[in-house]
């Protein structure tokens, strides 16, 4: 964010814990659209991220008055911002959680929750595509090909193959999906 | 998805419970003030009624604007050395109560404003308050006087408001000279 947009939103901020009004639409304008992109990059896209979003702005208007302007506006916004993304994801946790608990109660005899089969599935998809990605020697040498097509014996230079292979594989992974 | 009118209009709800809620804090001084002064000079009424109107103007203040909530805190405060001063001499000298206009606990009253309004007057006139700001400081400052003064009957009232309202006109004028 440029200097100019941090600094017309601290002076709208600043403006309204005076109590002018005017700056109403200053505020809206400046910080509407940075809370909403920071609570996506927190919680994701989607109705929760703006739900959150407009929790805080909410938030930010009630507790302005108590603002102090040597502060920096947007840090402080920010700091409202965070805590309510952090109580947000915690709740979302504990529903989980929750969850979890009633369905293992729901599942006697032990067969996965459809959330976990859910997981499986595309971290199956995602492993496909990735695999899609390698060259055929690479599957090969990971064994990934389909039966009867890999020949030859097991030798030292195939395992270092394998060795390689297995080193990319992991690489494309946490480049596309993080560490797991 | 929310549409840009409805988040101004909560925003502006929110602001102003906010500031609302930030203005009720001075409850806290004054709602104890009015019940030491209801207690200590047993003219309830008068006291509650004095206490609303100072309640209704504080909070009015500190909701506005921030120099709204200074006018109201100097006034609180210039206003609380006659609020005491009331409530020892009633205290001391019970007799108060029934004298003249032209007396000593007037004169006491009317020496403790004063140098309050003074104060008040100067810190005014640093702050380039103006004078509504002024004029709502001053008036804050008189209630929370005549709460204390309320006890030793009107001719006292009379006294500290005199005080105040002086010493804060001669403090504001004197600045600018200085």
Redesign the interface.
């Known amino acids: 964010m440029d200097t100019a947009r941090r600094r017309a939103i601290h002076d709208a901020m600043v403006r309204l814990s005076d109590g002018d009004r005017s700056a109403f639409d200053a505020l809206l304008d400046g910080l509407w659209p940075v809370i909403l992109s920071f609570a996506e990059r927190g919680v994701g896209r989607g109705a929760d991220a703006e739900d959150i979003a407009q929790e805080v702005f909410f938030r930010i208007c009630s507790r302005i008055t108590d603002f102090d302007p040597s502060r920096d506006g947007l840090s402080w916004a920010f700091g409202i911002a965070s805590y309510e993304i952090m109580t947000h994801r915690k709740r979302a946790q504990r529903r989980r959680e929750v969850h979890e608990e009633s369905s293992l109660e729901n599942e006697p005899d032990g067969s996965a929750s459809q959330e976990a089969l859910l997981m499986e599935r595309e971290t199956r998809l995602a492993f496909e595509q990735l695999v899609g990605t390698l060259t055929e020697e690479d599957r090969e040498a990971l064994g990934l090909l389909p039966p009867g097509a890999a020949s030859g014996p097991v030798s030292a230079a195939l395992r270092k193959r394998k060795q390689r292979a297995l080193e990319r594989l992991r690489h494309l992974w946490r480049s596309l999906h993080g560490d797991p | ?2 549409t ?1 009118e409805q ?2 209009q ?3 709800r ?2 102003e ?3 609302l ?2 203005a009720a804090r001075a409850l806290w001084v004054l709602v104890p003030v009015v019940l030491v002064c209801a207690l200590e000079t047993r003219a309830g009424e008068t006291c509650a009624c004095l206490g609303f109107l100072l309640v209704g103007a504080t909070v009015y203040l500190r909701w ?5 909530i200074h006018a109201a805190t100097a006034g609180i405060e210039a206003g609380l050395l006659p609020l005491v001063v009331g409530l020892l001499v009633r205290r001391l000298n019970p007799s108060c109560a029934e004298a003249p206009l032209w007396s000593l606990c007037t004169g006491i009253c009317l020496g403790f404003g004063l140098p309050s309004g003074l104060l008040l007057g100067l810190r005014a006139g640093r702050g380039n308050w103006g004078a509504a700001s002024t004029g709502m400081a001053l008036s804050i400052a008189v209630l929370v006087a005549s709460l204390g003064c309320v006890g030793l009957g009107l001719s006292a009232v009379a006294g500290a408001s005199v005080g105040l309202v002086l010493g804060g006109l001669v403090g504001h004028r004197r600045l600018p000279a200085a």
């Open positions: 998805m929310v840009r988040l101004k909560g925003g502006q929110a602001y419970r906010g500031r809620r930030s506005r604007d921030r120099r709204g």
